[in-house]
């Protein structure tokens, strides 16, 4: 079974332009999570996405935005990218009903 | 909003030594726990869960933690820890309701094992 998997692995950027990272959840998931892993602010959750839908967001400003695709795809948008932005972003995905998530490697982005 | 905390930023141990990683949570109603291990160099992965009975829980590669309810704790053991297990360990809690299954995560801790 394929896990769920990220790209870019890496990604740079600077200071002001877009970012679009993508994610593809595990065959039969159907709920795709956004994590945001910065240096010395942990895990937080940013977004999360289910059947098309986002469903809940977490503490961060709109310029954080995305979407799922109807093959359950995700993608994650961040405008006018700050140097706060760089960090690892990972992608999790779960199937209906369980509370397992399976992470998928993330993509690093580095603003500059 | 429910909030998680690890203890212990750093941990440095000599291998064989036994290992207990503290975890609490804050939220009064029920939750589903987890430990989830990086290694280095590799992506987040499931150590453990708990999700509802025996409140001992044994996960992979002989990890167990205990979800102590009374004390919103769900701290991860090892009784003789190897070089291997040298990674970053998170504690993470989601909410049963109808908010969806988003993990809170604690700020996790660095397991260092030496040899």
């Known amino acids: 079974e394929a896990g769920v998997t990220q790209s870019p692995t890496h990604l740079i950027k600077t200071r002001g332009q877009q970012a679009t990272l993508r994610c593809s959840p595990i065959s039969g998931h159907t709920s795709v999570y956004w994590y945001q892993q910065a240096l010395g602010l942990g895990l937080q959750f940013l977004l999360w996405y289910d059947e098309g839908e986002e469903r809940n967001r977490g503490n961060f400003p709109p310029r954080f935005s995305g979407r799922q695709f109807p093959n359950y795809s995700s993608e994650l948008n961040v405008n006018a990218l700050e140097l706060e932005d760089s960090a690892l972003y990972l992608c999790a995905s779960s199937s209906p009903g369980t509370g397992r998530q399976y992470f998928g490697p993330g993509t690093r982005l580095t603003v500059t | 909003a429910q909030s998680v905390s690890q203890h212990n930023h750093h941990v440095i141990l000599s291998e064989a030594a036994s290992l207990e990683l503290g975890c609490n949570y804050s939220?009064?109603?029920?939750?589903?726990l987890f430990w989830y291990v990086q290694y280095p160099g590799q992506h987040l992965q499931l150590l453990l869960k708990?999700?509802?009975?025996?409140?001992l829980v044994k996960g992979i590669k002989g990890f167990e933690a205990e979800f102590i309810k009374s004390k919103f704790s769900f701290n991860l053991r090892k009784p003789s820890v190897q070089w291997s297990d040298t990674a970053e360990y998170f504690c993470a809690v989601n909410v049963k309701n109808n908010a969806g299954n988003m993990l809170t995560f604690g700020g996790g801790t660095r397991l260092m094992v030496k040899p």
């Open positions: 939220y009064g109603g029920t939750v589903n």
């Open positions: 708990y999700f509802s009975g025996d409140p």
